[in-house]
């Protein structure tokens, strides 16, 4: 139990931290311009630093000199949907002419894209999509190719035969429910010697922690996933220490780690040795794409499908336009590479 409370420590840690850092960065998202168009951004969440990440990539980009918007301070409805819905009402009423969203539940945030479509403000999704509602474009990586270049990583480590624990996020938003099936998906069909054992962590650091420890003190996986790096891995790290579980790469007894996101702690954590391989999320990316789609938007530009000039695709995902960006795989052969967001100085 005293262990626990340490992890509950850190994660409020990390959680004030963060916090701290959107604090900071709010005067820029008021922006200065009165004749710029005023958008908002509605986060359903912003514990972790690739949450923070996101947003910060965002705001930074749409209040740009040029760009012609004017963001206002980004909510964050802080893991809870009806709150989420309330901002989104809120940011309305104060005159947005675009939207952003990154929906805490991709079905519980329907309501409030259908009130922004009944007030003919345009709607962008970022990282997680919606299950309704008219979004003109989503923006995110393409989850189900990031959990299944999760499970070659580990297939080929494994050479096939093995355990795995999976920590996955929550499977009720599209990112949660995309990662998980792509990488199940994969094992059955390419690793079918692999025995898989799924977790719900509901992306929260303290559920990753209490999973580990209960995993980890009865059995021995070969190889362990988590789906947010950001979100699980301090924890999850500190108990396999404290478990004797934690030994680098190439000595006896190292059980292979994978992670999806990609923040600073999964690349120093490949650089010890502790991280195998990570799926990096291309945030740079999602902050320059939301301001040009939403650009595009309110100048009433229609999506276009198929490939684009930017080496994604545009498809149909549950009824709406998504930009599938590619994702990187970082092992310690690129772990250094300054345009990963986790390398950000």
């Known amino acids: 139990m005293k262990s626990m409370t340490r992890y509950a420590i850190t994660a409020l840690t990390v959680a004030a931290a963060v916090s701290l850092s959107a604090g900071c960065s709010?005067?820029?998202?008021?922006?200065?311009?009165?004749?710029?168009?005023?958008?908002?951004?509605?986060?359903?969440?912003?514990?972790?630093?690739?949450?923070?990440?996101?947003?910060?990539?965002?705001?930074?980009?749409?209040?740009?000199?040029?760009?012609?918007?004017?963001?206002?301070?980004a909510t964050d409805a802080q893991s809870d949907t009806?709150?989420?819905v309330t901002d989104v009402n809120t940011l309305l009423s104060q005159g947005i002419k675009g939207l952003v969203l990154?929906?805490?539940?991709?079905?519980?945030?329907?309501?409030?894209?259908?009130?922004?479509?009944?007030?003919?403000?345009p709607v962008i999704t970022t990282d997680i999509?919606?299950?309704?509602?008219?979004?003109?474009?989503?923006?995110?990586?393409?989850?189900?190719?990031m959990g299944q270049q999760v499970c070659e990583q580990i297939g080929q480590r494994l050479a096939g035969k093995g355990t795995v624990l999976e920590i996955h996020g929550d499977?009720?938003?599209?990112?949660?429910y995309d990662r998980n099936k792509g990488f199940n998906d994969c094992m059955k069909q390419k690793f079918p010697g692999i025995a898989v054992t799924s977790k719900d962590a509901k992306w929260k650091t303290d559920q990753a922690v209490n999973v580990a420890q209960t995993v980890l003190t009865?059995?021995?996986p070969d190889a362990v996933f988590l789906a947010s790096d950001s979100v699980m891995l301090d924890g999850v790290l500190s108990v396999m220490k404290d478990n004797n579980l934690l030994r680098p790469a190439g000595q006896p007894g190292h059980i292979t780690l994978v992670t999806i996101d990609g923040g600073a702690n999964a690349l120093n954590g490949i650089r010890a040795g502790n991280v195998d391989a990570v799926i990096s999320q291309p945030v740079n990316l999602y902050g320059k794409y939301t301001e040009s789609y939403l650009k595009d938007a309110l100048a009433g530009k229609e999506p276009v499908m198929g490939?684009?000039?930017?080496?994604?695709?545009?498809?149909?995902?549950?009824?709406?336009?998504?930009?599938?960006?590619?994702?990187?795989?970082?092992?310690?052969d690129n772990v250094n590479d300054d345009t990963l967001w986790g390398n950000a100085k």
């Open 218 to 220: 009865t059995q021995k």
């Open 26 to 73: 709010r005067p820029a998202t008021s922006g200065s311009n009165s004749d710029a168009t005023p958008v908002g951004f509605s986060a359903g969440f912003l514990d972790s630093p690739f949450n923070a990440g996101l947003v910060k990539a965002v705001v930074n980009e749409a209040n740009a000199p040029g760009s012609g918007l004017r963001m206002l301070p």
């Open 102 to 121: 990154t929906p805490q539940d991709s079905d519980a945030i329907v309501p409030a894209i259908e009130a922004a479509n009944a007030q003919n403000v």
């Open 129 to 145: 999509a919606a299950n309704g509602g008219k979004v003109y474009m989503n923006i995110r990586a393409d989850n189900v190719l």
């Open 171 to 176: 499977l009720g938003t599209t990112s949660g």
């Open 307 to 332: 490939p684009t000039d930017h080496g994604s695709t545009v498809v149909d995902y549950k009824g709406n336009p998504a930009d599938m960006l590619p994702s990187t795989v970082v092992t310690k």
């Open 82 to 84: 009806a709150k989420q």
